[in-house]
DNA sequence: AGGTTATAGGCGTATATACCCGTAATTGAG
DNA sequence: CTCAATTACGGGTATATACGCCTATAACCT
């Protein structure tokens, strides 16, 4: 049985998803939340499809996610002005204190990986895994 | 903002399963449900436990996963003789027909990655993805 | 201006994933 | 042998992900 280079990835990204929302927990994020949150603070203001597309994430996968959000209060939609179709994702300040607050347990999960894959060896695998990305998207 | 591992984990799990997801679609299997038959064929008859602690999955997880596989005639569940609480899987003919006929999509997909991506980065790749599960575990 | 085309999203549906809690069956201590 | 502890699993709930279809709005062309 060979190696699928696709269960491998998955693999990966369950155990890595376990591990961070484990550490995130206590903040109350789940890791997808926190990453989601984090690039809609560096987007600004912005479109649905816009962000999914910065994403790489469907965009009615985004759609659906905006949902638990929402409900928390960490972003608010509103209709766009110049184009009554946009929905405009917003940070509120909830949201960001959310961020704020889970950052170190963030940074934990972070160290706990770079403790022990010596830099350069994550680099490679970032670098890989992009690499990976630019073939298969 | 410094790259997540996890982000980049599962950012890359996505792109793979969306581009062995479309490769796979004429077989009529995903890529999940084609690397949990072919990982259920290598281990033979086996408890969920066991098969989740396997393939690294929960064990609810592979459970409601086994729904799928099982209304498509692909596996039958059945009452373990010698423990009464063990629900064993035992992948159907269908279920090794449905293999069989992926096998060819599945590696035109892998055959693909590996056409450009060199088979010394492939291999550091798994091998950074399987240290880096052995970290997060 | 009016009709056609294109774009932005929502909703239905389905799979994938995992947590918690409850139940059934086995195991083990005495 | 009995009963407590353990183990195996299902169901409820929730998030994450994506496809297809539909609607609303905008843009464009004549």
Redesign the pocket.
Known sequence: MLPCHCLAL??A???A??FY??ALAPAG?????FA?LRQLQALGR???????QAM??????????????E??GMVR?V??E????????EVSDRGEQAVRQAIPAWKSAQAAISGRLNPGRLALLHELLAEFESIAS
Request: glycine share 10%; aromatic share 0%.
């Open positions: 998955r693999r990204s369950r155990t998803t376990s929302d484990t994020l789940t890791v997808a939340q989601m912005v479109s649905i499809s816009r962000a999914a790489q994430l469907d965009r009615t996968t985004l759609g659906r996610n905006l949902g638990p959000l409900r928390g939609i209709v766009g110049t184009d009554g179709r946009q929905r405009m994702i």
